[in-house]
C-alpha cells in the first residue's frame, strides 16, 4: 500500500510544477466569471426568487395576453427605496407563490443598459414603479399604477386581492371566484362541482382570510373553498357559527363539521387543507399508499416514524457523499481541497456517530492533513481502511429509511445531506464549537465544491453570500440552517422533484411543533423562534438518532475485513505471477552473453510470429492463463509476463530455418556488393542497416575466429579487440598477397588499416572481420589461378623449350 500511495503522490509532484500557472489562469477565470453575472444579474433579483425578471426578449410574452394578472415592479439597481424595497417584494413573492396560475409577480431593472427601452416603451420615470397587468392585456396596454405606501407584506397581499376581487371580464382562468357565497350557492353546490371537500370561511367583510385561502389552494384538487360573511345569517345560524373567522367543512351528504386548528388563521387553514385525504396538488401523481410501497419486490419499504432522525440515513450520506460524490474528482487540490478538508474535519469533530465511524473520519481527517492535493485514489484507500486500523470502517452502501422517496428519483441523498448538516449545527452546538460558522461554512463549501446538483448548489450559494456573514452565534447557526432549508421547501413545494407522500412544506409543521407556530397580533404568521431552537435541539440531537436497521459493527467489520483479504489475495497473485516472470528470466540472463543477446535479437520477430505459433504459446501458458482467469485486474501484469516468456521459448524450427535462408540470402547480396565494389570498408562504414544483417550472420555461425564482441558495431569498446585481431589477419593475408602479388589488394587493405585506425565509428568487427575473410578468398582465389596457369604454362613452355 505504501507503496502505492508513494507512486500515486510522485505522480502528482509532477504535476505541481505547472500549478502555479494554473492558478493564475485560473484566477484570471474566476474574476471573469464573477464579473459576467454581475452584468448580467446586477439586478436585485436572482432566479432563486419567486420572481419573473424581464428582459426585452420576455417582456411581451409576460406581460401582454397573459393568463394570469401580472404585477411588474421596474427598478432602478443603484435607487435606494428600490434596494429597500427588494426585500418585501421577495418575501411577498414567497408569501403568495401558490397564486402563480392567477396572479404572478415580475420585475425589470431599469438601470440595466438593454431594459431601457423596454422601461421607456411603459413610461418609466421614476423607480421604483408597480404596475398592475390584468390578465388578457392588450398589446397596446401600458398597464395601471399601483401605489406603494407601505413595506407591510400583509397590506400588499390585501392590496392584490382587492385588484383581483375588482378585476375586469376576462376573469383570470386560473382564479376561483373571490366573492362571499351564499346559502342558495351551497345548498346545490355539489351539483355543479366536483370535489369531495368544501370549506367554508366564515368571516367579517373586512377580512381576508377566506380570499386568501381559496388562492393558497388554487392549485390543489378535490377541494374548494368559499368565504361567507358573518351577516349571512342563515349558513352562521344553521352551522351555529359563532367565531369568525373560523372554518367548516361541508360534504356532500350535508352534514358539516369544523376545521382543526391551532390557530384561527390563514396558514393554519391552508396548511390543514391542503392535507385533507384525496387532496392533492393538480397535475401531480397521487400519493402512493403504503401499501404499495411496502410491497416493492426490489426494494422492501422500511416503516419508520416521520418525526425522526435515523442514522442509516446519516451513514448512508456518508457513504454517498465520500464514495460516489468525491469520486467524480480524481484529484482533490485547491479550492476544492480546502472544501474537503472542511468538511471532514467538522464530521470528525461533530458527527455523532459509532465508534467505528469516528475512527475512520478521524484517519481520514489525519490523512488530509498534509498535501497541497490528494488523488481520490488515496483518499479512498484510508476510506476502506486499508491500513486495517482496528475498529475502523464506514459500512459500505445505502439503507435510506427516513429519507425514503415513494420512487427511487425522490429524496434519498439530498434529504440526507440536509439532514447531516442539521444535525452537525446541532451537535456544534452541544459540543460549545468555537467558530459559529465553522459548520455551515463548511456545507456551504461541500455543496459548491462538490454536490452533484449544481442548481441547488448556485442556490445554495445565493443564499449563503446574502446573509451567511450574518450568523454569529452557534444557536443562530442551527436557526439559518433551518430557514434557509424553509426558504428551499417553498420555491421546490410542487416542484417535480417533490415527492406526492413527501410534501414540501415549512417545516416543523403545526403537528409536530404547536408551540413552533403563532400569530402577530394582526393575525400574519410568526414562528415563534424560542420554540423553534429547543426543538431543533431535541429533534437532530444525537440522543434521539434512532439506530433502527443499521448494520451490525462486527459485520461491518468483517465485511470490510473479507474484502481487504480478497484484495490482499488479489495482490499477492499478482506479486506471484511477476515473480514468476522474473524467474523465468533469470536463468537465461545468468547465461552467456552471446545467448542473451542472441534471444533479445529473436524477441522482436518472436513477437511478430506469436500468432502463427499460438498453438504451441497457449499449451505452453497454461497455468498462467488459469491465474489469469480468476483475477483479471492481473491481466496486464501477466501479459508482459508472457510476453518474455514468449520472446525465451525455444523458436520453432520451420521459424528459424526460413529466417536464417532469409538473412542468407540478404547476406550474400551485401557480399557481393561489398565485393565487387571493392569498397568495402566504406560501404560498411555508411551503412548501419548491414551492419545489423551481418551481425545476424555472425550470430548464427559463431566462430572463434569472428568471436568478437557482437554488442553494437558502433560500439568504441568493441573496436580494441577487433583491431587486434585485424591486424593479426592483416599479417595474414599480406604473406599471402605477397605470395599472390596482387598489389591493389594490398594497397588497398593498408588503407583501410589506416583508415579503421582513423575513423573509430562507423565499423563493426564484423564488417572488419568479412573484408579480411573476403580479401583472404579473393587472393586464395587467384593464388589457385597463378598456380593453375602456371602448371599450364610450365609444359607449354617446356613444349616451346624443346627444339
Ligand atoms: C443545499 C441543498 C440545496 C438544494 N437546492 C435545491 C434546488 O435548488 N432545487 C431542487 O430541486 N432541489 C434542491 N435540493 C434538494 C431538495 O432540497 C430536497 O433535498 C429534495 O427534493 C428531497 O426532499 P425531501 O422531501 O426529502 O426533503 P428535504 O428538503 O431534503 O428535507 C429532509 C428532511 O429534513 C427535514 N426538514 C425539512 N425542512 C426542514 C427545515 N426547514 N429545517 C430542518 N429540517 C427540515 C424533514 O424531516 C425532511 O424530511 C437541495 C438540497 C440541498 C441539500
Ligand atoms: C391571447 O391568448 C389567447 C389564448 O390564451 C389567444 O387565443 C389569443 O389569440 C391571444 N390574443 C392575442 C392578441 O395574442
Ligand atoms: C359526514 O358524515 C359521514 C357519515 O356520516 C362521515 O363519514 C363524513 O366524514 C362526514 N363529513 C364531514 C365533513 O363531517
Ligand atoms: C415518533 O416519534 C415521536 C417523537 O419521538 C413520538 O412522539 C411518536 O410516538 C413516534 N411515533 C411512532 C409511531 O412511534
Given at each position: 500500500?505504501?507503496?502505492?500511495?508513494?507512486?500515486?503522490?510522485?505522480?502528482?509532484?509532477?504535476?505541481?510544477?505547472?500549478?502555479?500557472?494554473?492558478?493564475?489562469?485560473?484566477?484570471?477565470?474566476?474574476?471573469?466569471?464573477?464579473?459576467?453575472?454581475?452584468?448580467?444579474?446586477?439586478?436585485?433579483?436572482?432566479?432563486?426568487?419567486?420572481?419573473?425578471?424581464?428582459?426585452?426578449?420576455?417582456?411581451?410574452?409576460?406581460?401582454?395576453?397573459?393568463?394570469?394578472?401580472?404585477?411588474?415592479?421596474?427598478?432602478?439597481?443603484?435607487?435606494?427605496?428600490?434596494?429597500?424595497?427588494?426585500?418585501?417584494?421577495?418575501?411577498?413573492?414567497?408569501?403568495?407563490?401558490?397564486?402563480?396560475?392567477?396572479?404572478?409577480?415580475?420585475?425589470?431593472?431599469?438601470?440595466?443598459?438593454?431594459?431601457?427601452?423596454?422601461?421607456?416603451?411603459?413610461?418609466?420615470?421614476?423607480?421604483?414603479?408597480?404596475?398592475?397587468?390584468?390578465?388578457?392585456?392588450?398589446?397596446?396596454?401600458?398597464?395601471?399604477?399601483?401605489?406603494?405606501?407601505?413595506?407591510?407584506?400583509?397590506?400588499?397581499?390585501?392590496?392584490?386581492?382587492?385588484?383581483?376581487?375588482?378585476?375586469?371580464?376576462?376573469?383570470?382562468?386560473?382564479?376561483?371566484?373571490?366573492?362571499?357565497?351564499?346559502?342558495?350557492?351551497?345548498?346545490?353546490?355539489?351539483?355543479?362541482n366536483n370535489v369531495q371537500h368544501l370549506?367554508?370561511?366564515?368571516?367579517?367583510?373586512?377580512?381576508?382570510?377566506?380570499?386568501?385561502?381559496?388562492?393558497?389552494?388554487?392549485?390543489?384538487?378535490?377541494?374548494?373553498?368559499?368565504?361567507?360573511?358573518?351577516?349571512?345569517?342563515?349558513?352562521?345560524?344553521?352551522?351555529?357559527?359563532?367565531?369568525?373567522?373560523?372554518?367548516?367543512?361541508?360534504?356532500?351528504?350535508?352534514?358539516?363539521?369544523?376545521?382543526?386548528?391551532?390557530i384561527e388563521a390563514r396558514t393554519f387553514?391552508?396548511?390543514?387543507?391542503?392535507?385533507?385525504?384525496?387532496?392533492?396538488?393538480?397535475?401531480?401523481?397521487?400519493?402512493?399508499?403504503?401499501?404499495?410501497?411496502?410491497?416493492?419486490?426490489?426494494?422492501?419499504?422500511?416503516?419508520?416514524?416521520?418525526?425522526?432522525?435515523?442514522?442509516?440515513?446519516?451513514?448512508?450520506?456518508?457513504?454517498?457523499?465520500?464514495?460516489?460524490?468525491?469520486?467524480?474528482?480524481?484529484?482533490?487540490?485547491?479550492?476544492?481541497?480546502?472544501?474537503?478538508?472542511?468538511?471532514?474535519?467538522?464530521?470528525?469533530?461533530?458527527?455523532?456517530?459509532?465508534?467505528?465511524?469516528?475512527?475512520?473520519?478521524?484517519?481520514?481527517?489525519?490523512?488530509?492533513?498534509?498535501?497541497?492535493?490528494?488523488?481520490?485514489?488515496?483518499?479512498?484507500?484510508?476510506?476502506?481502511?486499508?491500513?486495517?486500523?482496528?475498529?475502523?470502517?464506514?459500512?459500505?452502501?445505502?439503507?435510506?429509511?427516513?429519507?425514503?422517496?415513494?420512487?427511487?428519483?425522490?429524496?434519498?441523498?439530498?434529504?440526507?445531506?440536509?439532514?447531516?448538516?442539521?444535525?452537525?449545527?446541532?451537535?456544534?452546538?452541544?459540543?460549545?464549537?468555537?467558530?459559529?460558522?465553522?459548520?455551515?461554512?463548511?456545507?456551504?463549501?461541500?455543496?459548491?465544491?462538490?454536490?452533484?446538483?449544481?442548481?441547488?448548489?448556485?442556490?445554495?450559494?445565493?443564499?449563503?453570500?446574502?446573509?451567511?456573514?450574518?450568523?454569529?452565534?452557534?444557536?443562530?447557526?442551527?436557526?439559518?440552517?433551518?430557514?434557509?432549508?424553509?426558504?428551499?421547501?417553498?420555491?421546490?413545494?410542487?416542484?417535480?422533484?417533490?415527492?406526492?407522500?413527501?410534501?414540501?412544506?415549512?417545516?416543523?409543521?403545526?403537528?409536530?411543533?404547536?408551540?413552533?407556530?403563532?400569530?402577530?397580533?394582526?393575525?400574519?404568521?410568526?414562528?415563534?423562534?424560542?420554540?423553534?431552537?429547543?426543538f431543533l435541539m431535541s429533534y437532530f440531537?444525537?440522543?434521539?438518532?434512532?439506530?433502527?436497521?443499521?448494520?451490525?459493527?462486527?459485520?461491518?467489520?468483517?465485511?470490510?475485513?473479507?474484502?481487504?483479504?480478497?484484495?490482499?489475495?488479489?495482490?499477492?497473485?499478482?506479486?506471484?505471477?511477476?515473480?514468476?516472470?522474473?524467474?523465468?528470466?533469470?536463468?537465461?540472463?545468468?547465461?552467456?552473453?552471446?545467448?542473451?543477446?542472441?534471444?533479445?535479437?529473436?524477441?522482436?520477430?518472436?513477437?511478430?510470429?506469436?500468432?502463427?505459433?499460438?498453438?504451441?504459446?497457449?499449451?505452453?501458458?497454461?497455468?498462467?492463463?488459469?491465474?489469469?482467469?480468476?483475477?483479471?485486474?492481473?491481466?496486464?501484469?501477466?501479459?508482459?509476463?508472457?510476453?518474455?516468456?514468449?520472446?525465451?521459448?525455444?523458436?520453432?524450427?520451420?521459424?528459424?530455418?526460413?529466417?536464417?535462408?532469409?538473412?542468407?540470402?540478404?547476406?550474400?547480396?551485401?557480399?557481393?556488393?561489398?565485393?565487387?565494389?571493392?569498397?568495402?570498408?566504406?560501404?560498411?562504414?555508411?551503412?548501419?542497416?548491414?551492419?545489423?544483417?551481418?551481425?545476424?550472420?555472425?550470430?548464427?555461425?559463431?566462430?572463434?575466429?569472428?568471436?568478437?564482441?557482437?554488442?553494437?558495431?558502433?560500439?568504441?569498446?568493441?573496436?580494441?579487440?577487433?583491431?587486434?585481431?585485424?591486424?593479426?589477419?592483416?599479417?595474414?593475408?599480406?604473406?599471402?598477397?605477397?605470395?599472390?602479388?596482387?598489389?591493389?589488394?594490398?594497397?588497398?587493405?593498408?588503407?583501410?588499416?589506416?583508415?579503421?585506425?582513423?575513423?573509430?565509428?562507423?565499423?563493426?568487427?564484423?564488417?572488419?572481420?568479412?573484408?579480411?575473410?573476403?580479401?583472404?578468398?579473393?587472393?586464395?582465389?587467384?593464388?589457385?589461378?597463378?598456380?593453375?596457369?602456371?602448371?599450364?604454362?610450365?609444359?607449354?613452355?617446356?613444349?616451346?623449350?624443346?627444339?
Amino acid at each position: 500500500m505504501a507503496r502505492r500511495v508513494g507512486c500515486a503522490t510522485s505522480r502528482f509532484t509532477g504535476e505541481t510544477r505547472t500549478y502555479g500557472r494554473k492558478i493564475t489562469t485560473s484566477a484570471v477565470w474566476l474574476c471573469f466569471c464573477l464579473l459576467l453575472p454581475s452584468a448580467a444579474e446586477a439586478g436585485l433579483y436572482t432566479a432563486s426568487d419567486q420572481v419573473v425578471l424581464l428582459s426585452p426578449e420576455n417582456v411581451e410574452s409576460v406581460l401582454i395576453n397573459s393568463t394570469a394578472a401580472v404585477f411588474a415592479e421596474f427598478y432602478a439597481s443603484w435607487c435606494g427605496h428600490c434596494i429597500a424595497f427588494s426585500p418585501i417584494y421577495t418575501s411577498l413573492a414567497r408569501d403568495i407563490k401558490e397564486w402563480k396560475p392567477a396572479v404572478d409577480l415580475a420585475a425589470v431593472d431599469c438601470a440595466a443598459e438593454e431594459n431601457r427601452k423596454v422601461c421607456t416603451a411603459y413610461g418609466i420615470r421614476a423607480y421604483p414603479t408597480i404596475k398592475f397587468f390584468h390578465a388578457y392585456s392588450k398589446a397596446d396596454s401600458t398597464g395601471q399604477a399601483f401605489k406603494v405606501s407601505t413595506h407591510d407584506v400583509r397590506v400588499l397581499r390585501h392590496k392584490i386581492i382587492d385588484k383581483l376581487d375588482n378585476h375586469e371580464e376576462p376573469w383570470p382562468p386560473a382564479c376561483p371566484p373571490l366573492e362571499p357565497t351564499s346559502q342558495a350557492e351551497i345548498d346545490s353546490f355539489f351539483e355543479t362541482n366536483n370535489v369531495q371537500h368544501l370549506a367554508l370561511i366564515f368571516e367579517d367583510t373586512k377580512s381576508y382570510i377566506g380570499r386568501e385561502v381559496t388562492l393558497d389552494l388554487l392549485q390543489f384538487e378535490n377541494v374548494a373553498v368559499r368565504r361567507v360573511l358573518s351577516t349571512e345569517e342563515g349558513l352562521v345560524t344553521k352551522l351555529g357559527v359563532t367565531e369568525f373567522p373560523s372554518c367548516y367543512l361541508y360534504s356532500p351528504e350535508g352534514n358539516f363539521t369544523r376545521l382543526q386548528v391551532n390557530i384561527e388563521a390563514r396558514t393554519f387553514y391552508s396548511y390543514a387543507l391542503q392535507r385533507l385525504p384525496g387532496v392533492a396538488r393538480s397535475g401531480k401523481p397521487r400519493p402512493v399508499t403504503t401499501d404499495v410501497l411496502i410491497n416493492n419486490p426490489q426494494e422492501p419499504w422500511k416503516p419508520f416514524n416521520r418525526s425522526r432522525v435515523y442514522m442509516a440515513d446519516l451513514e448512508s450520506t456518508l457513504h454517498y457523499s465520500l464514495r460516489v460524490e468525491l469520486a467524480a474528482h480524481t484529484v482533490i487540490k485547491g479550492e476544492a481541497l480546502t472544501s474537503l478538508k472542511k468538511y471532514i474535519s467538522v464530521l470528525a469533530k461533530y458527527f455523532p456517530g459509532r465508534p467505528v465511524v469516528m475512527n475512520l473520519l478521524e484517519s481520514l481527517n489525519s490523512r488530509l492533513q498534509t498535501g497541497d492535493e490528494i488523488s481520490y485514489k488515496a483518499f479512498r484507500e484510508t476510506l476502506d481502511n486499508t491500513a486495517q486500523s482496528p475498529d475502523t470502517a464506514l459500512p459500505e452502501g445505502v439503507r435510506w429509511v427516513g429519507c425514503q422517496g415513494s420512487q427511487p428519483h425522490f429524496r434519498r441523498y439530498p434529504c440526507g445531506v440536509w439532514t447531516l448538516f442539521h444535525v452537525l449545527t446541532v451537535q456544534a452546538k452541544n459540543a460549545r464549537g468555537t467558530d459559529p460558522r465553522e459548520v455551515l461554512s463548511a456545507m456551504r463549501s461541500y455543496v459548491h465544491s462538490f454536490f452533484g446538483c449544481r442548481a441547488c448548489a448556485e442556490h445554495f450559494e445565493i443564499m449563503a453570500s446574502e446573509s451567511l456573514a450574518e450568523v454569529n452565534t452557534l444557536s443562530s447557526a442551527v436557526l439559518w440552517l433551518w430557514s434557509r432549508h424553509n426558504r428551499v421547501n417553498n420555491r421546490l413545494a410542487g416542484a417535480l422533484s417533490e415527492d406526492p407522500n413527501f410534501r414540501k412544506i415549512q417545516w416543523p409543521s403545526p403537528e409536530m411543533c404547536p408551540a413552533c407556530h403563532s400569530v402577530k397580533e394582526n393575525g400574519e404568521h410568526r414562528w415563534s423562534q424560542e420554540q423553534v431552537f429547543p426543538f431543533l435541539m431535541s429533534y437532530f440531537s444525537s440522543s434521539t438518532i434512532l439506530t433502527d436497521y443499521l448494520e451490525d459493527e462486527s459485520q461491518i467489520l468483517a465485511k470490510q475485513m473479507e474484502k481487504h483479504a480478497g484484495q490482499q489475495q488479489a495482490l499477492e497473485a499478482q506479486e506471484r505471477v511477476a515473480r514468476k516472470a522474473r524467474e523465468a528470466l533469470d536463468p537465461l540472463a545468468s547465461q552467456s552473453t552471446v545467448q542473451d543477446e542472441e534471444e533479445e535479437e529473436e524477441e522482436e520477430e518472436e513477437e511478430e510470429e506469436e500468432e502463427e505459433e499460438g498453438g504451441e504459446g497457449a499449451a505452453a501458458d497454461e497455468m498462467e492463463d488459469k491465474t489469469s482467469e480468476t483475477t483479471p485486474w492481473a491481466k496486464p501484469e501477466m501479459e508482459v509476463g508472457r510476453g518474455r516468456r514468449q520472446a525465451h521459448k525455444k523458436p520453432s524450427i520451420v521459424g528459424l530455418r526460413m529466417r536464417e535462408l532469409q538473412e542468407d540470402i540478404v547476406d550474400l547480396d551485401s557480399f557481393v556488393n561489398q565485393h565487387y565494389k571493392a569498397k568495402a570498408l566504406q560501404v560498411a562504414a555508411s551503412s548501419r542497416v548491414k551492419q545489423r544483417t551481418l551481425q545476424r550472420k555472425e550470430e548464427q555461425d559463431p566462430g572463434p575466429v569472428f568471436g568478437l564482441d557482437l554488442d553494437t558495431g558502433l560500439g568504441m569498446v568493441g573496436l580494441q579487440p577487433v583491431e587486434a585481431d585485424f591486424e593479426l589477419d592483416v599479417g595474414q593475408q599480406r604473406k599471402k598477397r605477397e605470395l599472390a602479388g596482387q598489389r591493389f589488394v594490398e594497397t588497398e587493405l593498408s588503407h583501410g588499416g589506416r583508415l579503421m585506425s582513423v575513423l573509430s565509428i562507423g565499423f563493426s568487427k564484423v564488417d572488419i572481420s568479412l573484408c579480411v575473410i573476403l580479401y583472404f578468398l579473393s587472393s586464395m582465389s587467384l593464388l589457385v589461378m597463378c598456380l593453375f596457369l602456371k602448371k599450364r604454362l610450365r609444359p607449354r613452355r617446356g613444349k616451346l623449350s624443346l627444339p
